[in-house]
């Protein structure tokens, strides 16, 4: 099986508009925080390091966290580089 490229752009933009702080990294860690994700973890995963993605039950808190529409679950998640 070939790894894919995923662009996780959109799911970065939700975290960026719906989270205070100076930096995407503050925004980011506050973020993992609450949906019990560890940092390391989620950085991989959006880096797309091999073998690293989101588990469902994963991606199901993080649509309910930041409010993702159902129409953009695709865009936010499995949308190819």
Avoid: H, W
């Amino acid at each position: 099986m070939v790894d894919m490229k995923l662009d996780y752009s959109c799911l970065l933009e939700c975290i960026d508009s719906g989270y205070e702080g100076n930096t995407i990294e503050q925004k980011i860690v506050r973020f993992c925080k609450e949906i019990k994700i560890k940092v390391y973890r989620f950085k991989r995963i959006i880096e797309n390091k091999p073998k690293c993605y989101f588990m469902s039950d994963e991606i199901i808190r993080i649509i309910k966290k930041l409010n993702i529409q159902e129409n953009k679950i695709a865009e936010c998640f499995f949308k190819e580089v």
